[in-house]
């Protein structure tokens, strides 16, 4: 995720996240005078869409307020002015909120330079640019592209990117990367999310376990990372140890395929969200990268592949494509678990995690 603008165990009880160094203690997930959710509604939150054009339409609407959608991202093409953008934001959180359903995440990609959804917030400087900054500057940085995103109602940013980029990785050459020194990455990736924590907006460290060695776009290409477990440990895991242990709330999955960890690709793979969760202790919210490009590139449909990553363990399942297309990979992906084919615990948990950030950044 995240082109250039050119192109458009948590139990329900007590949930406690970590947000960038400060915890936040949060109550039930459900309060006790509302009656549980259904199945379809704890998919519903997993589900972060596209929508089509400047204004969200009435079927839009009506799938936010019976619980089918978690979250909305919004590209170059949803965006016109600041004014529409808060008008929009509002429209969608309204229609959640007069339905008595959680907030919405509203996401947006806001890395800086060429990617950058809202043209008048920074970071001017591409990420790369910005690697090149102290870490109070890249907080500074952050800050203010936090503050520019809370005004238009978008509360979550997916970056910044934690990847450590090999020379002539695409990355790199996208200047998305910010330095390929893994201890200057590690470092501006903790400055930037404390950055967007400090304007409450949540960050989403990109992209897990690393897409700095690809050569190609994994958005566009079946992807493999050659790399060694050593390889990754000593190298492309750093910058994220670093965001999980200053509390990073998100962590995107990449679409790579990482040979010397799974044979799957990472979206649908139980060994990496272990690696992520077991072996780097993250307790917070993990977001699929664009899984129409894993459909795509995989062969699959976009229902099988929404239904594979959230059988996998990840919370919330980022779908770029069309209204409809995340309309019917819902449907699929709430009949799969409510036949059983989604473990009810982790249905569960995956509902309190979400629900428990959104009551901080909401």
Known sequence: M?????????????????????????????PAALAPPTVRELVGQRFVIAMNGTSPSP????????????????????????????????????????????????????EGGRVR?????????????????????????ALATGKALRLSGVNVDLGPVADVPAAGSFMA?????????????????????????????????????????????????????????????????????AAIDAGAPIVMISNAT???????????????????RVELGFQGITISDALDGAAATRGRQLGSVATLAAQAGVDLLLLTGSEGSSAAAFERVA??????????????????RIVALKRVVG
């Open 2 to 30: 995240g082109q250039p603008n050119t192109a458009p165990s948590t139990r329900l009880g007590v949930v406690v996240v970590l947000v960038l160094g400060l915890w936040s203690s949060i109550g039930a997930a459900v």
């Open 59 to 110: 079927a839009l609407l009506g799938r936010v307020r019976r619980g089918e959608i978690g979250g909305v991202i919004l590209f170059g093409s949803n965006i016109e002015n600041r004014a529409q953008l808060r008008r929009l934001t509002a429209a969608l959180q309204e229609a959640a909120r007069d339905a008595g359903r959680p907030p919405l995440m509203i996401a947006t990609d806001q």
């Open 117 to 141: 959804r809202l043209p008048w917030a920074g970071p001017v400087p591409s990420t790369t640019a910005l690697g090149r900054l102290s870490p109070r500057a890249i907080r500074g940085q």
């Open 173 to 241: 050459l996208e200047e998305r990367t910010f330095s390929a020194d893994t201890a200057t990455v590690a470092g501006a990736t903790v400055a930037f999310a404390k950055g967007l924590a400090g304007a409450h907006v949540a960050a989403a460290v990109k992209h897990f376990p690393g897409i700095g060695r690809a050569m190609r776009n994994t958005d566009l290409t079946a992807v493999g990372i050659g790399a060694t477990r050593a390889e990754l440990s000593g190298t492309d895991l750093v910058p994220f140890r």
């Open 258 to 276: 990482y040979p010397a960890l799974d044979s799957k690709p990472a979206p649908w793979s139980p060994k990496i969200q272990s690696l992520l």
């Open 335 to 352: 009949t799969r678990a409510e036949r059983g084919g989604i473990s009810p615990a982790a249905l569960r948990a995956s509902y309190g």
